[in-house]
């Protein structure tokens, strides 16, 4: 069964939609700041890999999750004249209501005035100071949701708090636990592995992953100490293995990692698919022709106002496919 995946005041929740009645007919699509707004990605993010967006024409309704019906055994052996089995596809879903998450910015005409450069220019970074800030905080809700321990009902996470990675206990072959029971959930290996800052720290020093490392390396090459995300993928045997490095700040200037907030130490083994459809532990499904960002002049601040609004939800569509080790510590 499928989970969506909203919180407030730290729960999730599910948000009706509502269009917004106020919308005055002087607001236009900027359409420069639309194509920016749609085309930014910002490298050091993890949820447009872990969740891929998936777009939909619908802002409310079912939407595809994903349980055991391929892995069935039919019976496909037909004898003379006899009818053929048939496969009841029985799809669970999630119903969601896709939320806007809205975000603007006001440039003084003063300002602009005194701007050495060219305006587009100011408009440019402004604006993406704003995809920041929405990429933000849809990593942030993410992380807070795949990092709790209670999202995982199929596969139990690990307590690595007791773990000695950094002494005798095998990360590597937690992993493979790990890795394991997705596939026997799922029939299917998962293909990302995310490792938050904090466990990194310690994966990469890790004797488990060193020695694998060191002694698999070809006769000659040598090896300097240093772990990759590509040299782990090697050892974990998972395609894809990232290391967010994006952080959140409190109202006093206080940052910490955002794969480190709920607890510290996260590692988050992930089958994810590629399109509507397709198994996968999750999507975020997204209204077709969003983002968009419209402007108007607002007369009470004399000042040109940019607006970027986005439509959608993300959701746990295949919680089995999924699997966390957390408490990573030094």
């Known amino acids: 069964m499928g989970k969506l995946i909203s919180f407030a005041n730290g729960e999730p929740h599910i948000v009706e939609f509502t269009a917004d009645t106020q919308l005055g007919s002087l607001r236009i699509q900027d359409q420069v700041l639309t194509s920016i707004a749609q085309g930014y990605k910002n490298a050091s993010l993890a949820a447009p890999i872990l969740f891929p967006t998936v777009a939909t024409d619908q802002e409310a309704g079912r939407f595809p999750a994903f349980g055991k019906e391929a892995l069935k055994i039919f019976t496909t052996t037909r004898g003379l004249r006899g009818k053929v089995s048939r496969m009841e ?50 990593e942030a809700s993410l992380a807070t949701a795949i990092t709790t321990t209670s999202v995982f009902s199929t ?31 799922t029939g299917m290996m998962p293909n990302v592995c995310l490792v938050s800052p904090a466990a990194f720290q310690v994966v990469k020093s890790s004797p488990s992953v060193i020695d694998r490392v060191k002694f698999g390396a070809a006769p000659g090459t040598g090896f300097d100490g240093k ?32 794969w480190d907030y709920v ?68």
């Open 89 to 138: 596809v029985a799809y669970s879903n999630v119903t969601l209501a896709l939320e806007e998450h809205s975000l603007g910015f006001a440039i003084d005409r003063r300002e602009l005035l005194a701007f050495s450069g060219d305006p587009t220019q100011l408009k440019t970074i402004r604006q993406q100071m704003v995809d920041d800030a929405l990429n933000l905080d849809r």
């Open 263 to 330: 607890q510290s130490g996260n590692v988050v083994l992930a089958y994810v698919g590629n399109g509507y459809g397709v198994p996968s532990f999750g999507y975020s499904y997204a209204l077709n022709g969003y983002p968009q960002v419209e402007s108007y002049y607002e007369n009470q601040t004399k000042s040109d106002v940019y607006e970027e609004q986005r439509i959608y939800s993300d959701a746990v569509t295949l919680e089995a496919a999924g699997y966390l080790i957390y408490g990573i510590a030094q």
């Open 155 to 185: 596969n139990t996470p690990i307590n690595a708090a007791t773990k000695a990675y950094l002494g005798s206990d095998d990360f590597v072959a937690d992993v493979e636990t790990g890795k394991w029971a997705i596939a026997k959930q």
């Open 227 to 258: 772990i990759t995300t590509n040299l782990l993928s090697g050892v974990l045997d998972i395609p894809t293995v990232i290391v967010p490095s994006c952080i959140r700040a409190t109202d006093a200037g206080v940052t910490s990692f955002v």
